[in-house]
């Protein structure tokens, strides 16, 4: 085992674990984009689930409330 290593062995090795970083770099940056878009996604389905649960109370109370209302009205 030879202790010394020529200059083209040293950018052999280095060559080779950079390129291994730069590809693993590249597959977690793909995968932070991809759970930060998703992440986006389930908090608008989210948003749209609050607002729809929201008009679906609010029509479910007008429906309960909305013929009392009316006759409150009247007899104000």
């Keep these: 085992m030879k202790k010394e290593m020529?200059?083209?062995?040293s950018n052999e090795i280095n060559g080779g674990a950079a390129a291994t970083m730069s590809i693993m770099t590249a597959i977690g940056?793909?995968?932070a984009v991809?759970?930060?878009?998703g992440a986006a996604f389930s908090?608008?389905?989210a948003l749209v689930g609050l607002v729809t649960a929201g008009i679906g109370l609010y029509q479910?109370?007008?429906?309960?409330?909305g013929d009392q209302a009316d006759?409150?009205?009247k007899f104000l």
């Design 29 to 31: 940056v793909a995968t």
């Design 6 to 9: 020529t200059i083209n062995e």
């Design 60 to 65: 479910a109370v007008n429906q309960v409330f």
């Design 34 to 37: 991809f759970g930060l878009t």
């Design 43 to 45: 908090a608008a389905a």
């Design 71 to 73: 006759k409150a009205r």
